[in-house]
């Protein structure tokens, strides 16, 4: 596939997956990008007009469970690892909407 | 608020409905309100590393239910997605939705306008979700508390055409979609709790233009008057900024309540890329005909058709049907009651206003009613066999709510409170009355008939409400006739 | 009484006949892991004391006659099983300092056999490599040679299993984790059937291909453990409900008649002349003991690599994006806002593959190349379990090499990524497709272990550990003795 990612692009997806994006670095990551990317573009030979999508090896159906409440919640220790974790409540720095 | 003259507005509506499950949608977490933060939040809800959601089935009955209830297809093969994005509540970064496979597809409702107008809305889907966290922004300064209890509370997302042409017909349909929901036992309904939230997508266009305007949606409504009032301003700011010839962007809106004006959102849904793609966590989802079948089967009638049945089989007012139909257990109510008695207009004068009356006052459900339809039928049979005067039947049924007694015959004939209908014992008092007012006898009798509400109310008087005043209407004009 | 050679099944026999107790036993590999680890780096976690607690239990078990095939057999576990009370890392900074409040559903059902587990193993980061040399808690070093790698991404459960620090371990494979470290330590390792063990607890990389299996030193070992971890799990919509077959009483049956599959495919490129010459030694001793060798074709395997590189860096790029700084997982300091907060926590928490792999998969799902790159790669996925489908129509198991070299020199390939990808050039279709497949010692290419490939039908691990087993009594390449840690 000759696509290829550009900066540009590449600082998109950054910000899409919340990491950062440094200019100095940039370079270097591309060619590592698109070096994946050239290995992907094998795919563009397959015929796979008429091939239907298989989104799982097994190709079965969910189970359904039923609606009970079953979690008794520690929040004391689920809340262990929490970097800011004050009064019952996980602290960010203030979000405006 | 009218529309601008030379304008059309075209409204969709995205509903949230909060699902009335005991547990969440992907674990086994309450769903109860308004507990201590992030005290419902299980390892699931909070999106703690290598853990599973799974997939509870009331979900899936209830989305049935709803489908069935819009007249939808029901999806036999449904799908959860990935929907990507990156914001404090929603704790695994991403929400689990359904994209390309929604358990209902289409459908519609009808609504009625406040002219008493009828339309048919068209609904584009219905898909289940999970509802995001919250955030608290005024508890601690320079920082945002996120609280997860409504992390994983299900979601049924109900997306509307562009049918909607105004404020009030929004308002309709919203009211449409809320009362079908507790109708069906699929929502709560309770909107302040969040558990109905309204996204109004909103555009404008000049009456003679074919497409669409841009549009933009203002997002998380919780009440009927945000609504409206929202849609309201939103239509007046497009059409303003359109007039001054300014172009409109596509874009997503708060409404702010105390400013009375729709602002565009800084953060969270600016960056519209949410890249879905199958959750590969969850298999698709398979429901039998039987199961729809099941949910079919068990089915209640619907408001708009028990409403229509209301009038043609117990003779009501288009608008006594609607009232008792529109609500499950008040129509249910009024049906035995109905039932028991023969007499559908008494059943319904008095479940719709000695009892509704009540019941509100006292801020009650109806199946909270002290008063049972067994009891309200015994009572209204007291009246229609002449035994009890309507008036009696007022001071009976204050004995049944205040529990004084349960059974109403019973209770009349302790207290003495049956009609007078011996005519023996009448006869004089009716004598006695004329013969004291001749003036307004002679003047009954020359046709004067609201003079009869006077007699009447005398004997009435006389007869500590016990006289039947039909019966003494009917003497009365006896004595006088020539 | 040999320990350091020892499999899981001869020391159930000195454990019940009383030769060792269980806490003696705990003790020998605690004591090797001081000796050894300082330079193997195979544990990131040891839990020396509550292993001698279980310890203590077993021999208690074992004394009343109610042990079950694992009671007091000491093991480890990747790093990747969240168990409770003790911090789980994934092989990443991010998760560091991490404690699960909830364990495993594998490392419940081996805790209640009465396994015994001596830590967590050393893993290159959320899985994601083939050397383990993408660790933030350091490389591990393959105790044949101290200078090459143990493969990956289970490489500390590997090395640590061939270097006698624990009886047996858990690993996982996504690609070939379990396979090509197996291979590349002289051991047996197992990815089973997805879906046959419970994910549950286990911390994701790629949600449809990742799948838990045992690390041992013998096919009998393999089957032991797999009877443990395997089973339905109502915690997990994809752990399968079929019940779990007694896997250690068809090791023996007859393979008279097994019809064998071999693709040229795997012959053609990319594999090593010594590598392919010890295979078809392999197939030679497989059709000596009554096997048919039947050429099979696949026609989609060129393009698995390709498939699973858009596949499970999407499937990782949404599965790591709960790593944001604020429930638990490191933090970056002073954060000016929430977007700083994501960005730097995210950034210094993770790795540079990590970071590279969710690069891609974000880009693979965006819009506008969804459909090149996911929607494509989907679509090939089912061409290639297809060619599984239509191959076991015709062959009972599939076998090839699992690696085309032997283990690599530390720092060879760590610069230049793709290259490293092609390590599991022969495991990713298996995976791709969700098949069963293992690896087992076949011999050795410059006194280094290789691994030859067995592929099965879905849910059809005991003709694998059957036929593994039965190669294993006809040779002797699993039993021998990793030099570096004699």
Known sequence: ????????????????????????????????????????????????????????????????????????????????????????????????E | MSIPVGWQVDIGLEIHAQLSTQSKIFSGASTAFGEAPNSQACAID?????????????????????????????NSESRFDRKNYFYPDLPKGYQITQMDEP???????????????????????????????????????????IDLNRAGTPLLEIVSEPDLKSADEAVAYAKAIHQLLTYLDVCDGNMAEGSLRFDANVSVRPV????????????????????????????????????????????????????????????????????????????????????????????????????????SEFGLSLADAQLLAGDRGLGDFFEQVAMITGNGRSAANWVRGDLLGKLNEQNLNISESPVSPDQMGALIGLIDDDIISGKTAKTVFAALWAGETTQPAEYVKAQ??????????????????????????????????????????????????????????????????P | MNLRSATIAELRAFLDRGDISAVEL??????????????????????????????????KVIAQGKATSLTGIPIAEKDLFCIEGTRTTAGSKMLANFKAPYTATVST????????????????????????????????????????????????????????LCAASTGTDTGGSIRQPAALCGLTGLKPTYGRISRWGMIAFASSLDQAGPMTRSAEDAAIMLEHMAGHDPQDSTALAEPVPAYTSALNNDIKGLRIGVCQAFFDTDLDAEVAAKTREALRVLESLGAKLIDIALPHMAYSLGAYYVIAPAECSANLARFDGIRYGYRCENPEDL??????????????????????????????????????????????????????????????????????????????????????????????????AMSIPAGLVADLPIGLQLIGNYLDEATLLNLAHQFQQATDWHTLIAPEAP
């Open chain 3, 339 to 436: 977007q700083d907060l994501y960005t730097r926590s995210r950034g210094e928490g993770f790795g540079q593959e990590v970071k590279k792999r969710i690069l891609v998969g974000t880009f693979a799902l965006s819009a506008g190349y969804y459909d090149a790159f996911y929607g494509r790669a989907q679509r090939v996925r089912r061409l290639i379990k297809q060619d599984f489908v239509e191959a076991f129509n015709q062959v009972d198991v599939i076998v090839g090499p699992t690696t085309p070299t032997p283990a690599f020199g530390i720092g060879a390939k760590a610069e230049s990524g793709v290259d490293m990808y092609l390590q599991d050039i022969f495991t990713i279709s298996a995976s791709l497709a969700g098949v069963p």
């Open chain 1, 1 to 96: 596939m000759s696509t290829h990612l550009d900066e540009k692009t590449l600082r998109d997806m950054s910000v899409l997956a919340a990491l950062p994006y440094e200019p100095n670095q940039s370079m270097e990551t591309l060619a590592a990008l698109n070096e994946v990317l050239e290995l992907v573009s094998a795919l563009e030979a397959v015929e796979v007009d008429n091939v239907p999508p298989l989104a799982h090896p097994l190709e079965r159906f969910q189970s359904l469970t039923p609606d009970q409440v079953t979690e008794t919640v520690d929040s004391e220790a689920l809340s262990q690892n929490a970097p800011n974790f004050e009064d019952g409540l996980y602290f960010v720095p203030r979000v405006i």
């Open chain 2, 208 to 311: 003679d233009a074919q497409d669409l305007g841009v549009r933009s949606e203002i997002k998380n409504l919780n009440s009927f008057r945000f609504l409206e009032q929202a849609i309201n301003h939103e239509v007046q700011r497009q059409v303003d900024a359109l007039t001054r010839g300014e172009t409109l962007t596509q874009d997503t809106r708060l409404f702010d309540p105390d400013r009375l004006e729709t602002r565009a959102m800084r953060s969270k849904e600016t960056a519209t890329d949410y890249r879905y793609f199958p959750e590969p966590d969850l298999l698709p989802v398979k429901i039998s005909d039987a199961f729809i079948n099941d949910i079919k089967d068990n089915m209640p009638e619907l408001p708009g058709p028990r409403s229509v049945r209301f009038q």
């Open chain 3, 109 to 164: 059902k081996l805790a209640n056999a009465g396994a015994i587990t001596l830590g967590k193993t050393n893993m290159d980061e959320f899985a994601m490599g083939s050397s383990n040399e993408n660790s933030y808690f350091g490389p591990v070093r393959n105790p044949w040679d101290l200078n090459r790698v143990p493969g990956g991404s289970s490489g500390g459960s590997a090395a640590a299993v061939a270097a006698g």
């Open chain 2, 416 to 481: 003495g409170l049956e009609q007078v209908s011996d005519a023996g014992a009448i006869e004089p008092l009716i004598e006695t009355l004329l013969a004291e007012h001749p003036k307004q006898a002679e003047d009954l009798r020359a046709g004067k008939d609201k003079l009869m509400g006077f007699f009447v109310g005398k004997v009435m008087q006389a007869t500590g409400g016990k006289a039947n005043p039909q019966q003494v209407n009917a003497m009365i004009r006896q004595k006088l006739s």
């Open chain 2, 103 to 145: 358990i209902v597809v289409g459908g519609h409702i009808q609504i009625t306008g406040k002219d008493q107008s009828e339309k048919v809305v068209r609904i584009t889907r219905a898909h289940l979700e999970e509802d995001a966290g919250k955030s608290i922004h005024d508890f601690k300064p320079s920082f945002t508390g």
């Open chain 2, 46 to 74: 909070l999106g703690m590393p290598g853990v599973l959601p799974r997939v509870n089935a009331a979900v899936y009955e209830k989305a049935v239910r709803f489908g069935l209830g819009v007249t939808g297809t029901i």
């Open chain 3, 26 to 59: 705990t003790d020998y590999y605690l004591d090797r892991i001081d000796r050894f680890d300082k330079s193997l780096n195979t544990y990131i976690t040891r839990t020396a004391d509550t292993a001698r607690a279980s310890a203590i239990a077993a021999d």
